[in-house]
């Protein structure tokens, strides 16, 4: 009993005090894995992926994957800036690359490190589509979600460790239903619901963003019905899945496209490219 309490004290106490303010939601999110921690690991796996990537350099495409990030970054500084979090971006070192590869996708790595591969170009189509992508992927960073998706799943083993010290003294099959049931139950229950939650927090910060540095956050719904259109293969029910369905994601983006462009307002962005 006495090691089971400790461990739910253990719990609560990360939950109190490792919380951080979303900057873009006012939000206090779980994270308990500093910038300090996080950031040199990040880039140290980056460097070491375009090693063995093949880098496509000195064309159209790879400068204007540059240029769009660095525009979104630039946005969300002044963002930032006016909503009181100065200095914010200090330890991010971003860094934008097209990598060749088929793959229709692109991603992001805690502090700034992000991907494009060629595959997604087509799916883009033009500059505001892959304005949405890029967006997206620097509003992963920015929310720091890497982070708090080490911290969920740093509490779901100490969760595990915990319910294991609790039916320790059962027997082996009342053991084995316990793990069971906590790993599909957290997963189901906790952990895609949480990645969902950052994927559509990512799709809205990344139409703000977008919008500000003066790209039409209006093509966003039209990128996800080219996806739509695109998609091979029956993909599996939302409540399984690690994102939101691309119903859902047209749906939302299209409802949150006019918020956008009436926040970019306030920073005198009153025209798209």
């Not at 106490?13 to 939000?27: M, R």
């Amino acid at each position: 009993m006495k090691i089971r309490n400790t461990f739910l004290w253990l719990s609560v106490l990360l939950l109190v005090v490792a919380c951080k303010t979303n900057p873009f939601t006012g939000e206090k999110n779980l994270n308990f894995v500093s910038n300090d921690q996080l950031f040199p690991a990040s880039f140290e796996q980056y460097n070491q992926f375009l090693d063995e990537a093949e880098v496509v350099r000195g064309t159209e495409d790879s400068r204007k994957v540059k240029k769009l990030g660095e525009d979104i970054v630039v946005a969300a500084e002044r963002y930032l800036n006016a909503n009181g979090y100065q200095g914010f971006m200090n330890d991010f070192k971003w860094e934008f690359n097209l990598v060749k590869d088929d793959q229709a996708n692109a991603f992001a790595m805690p502090g700034g490190k992000v991907v494009v591969y060629t595959g997604i170009l087509d799916e883009a189509k033009n500059t505001n589509g892959l304005a949405t992508i890029m967006a997206h992927e620097i509003a992963h960073a920015l929310a720091d979600h890497g982070a708090q998706r080490m911290s969920a799943a740093q509490l779901q083993q100490l969760g595990a460790v915990a319910g294991s010290v609790a039916v320790s003294g059962r027997s082996q099959q009342t053991q084995q239903i316990f793990a069971q049931a906590y790993g599909l139950g957290t997963t189901v229950g906790v952990m895609l619901p949480f990645s969902r939650s950052h994927e559509a927090e990512a799709d809205r910060v990344g139409l703000t963003m977008m919008a500000i540095a003066g790209y039409d956050p209006r093509e966003a719904p039209e990128l996800w019905k080219r996806m739509q259109a695109n998609s091979s293969g029956q993909a599996p029910p939302e409540f399984l899945s690690t994102h939101p369905s691309t119903q859902t994601r047209i749906n939302n983006l299209t409802k949150w496209a006019p918020e956008a462009i009436a926040e970019a307002k306030k920073y005198g962005t009153t025209s798209f490219k």
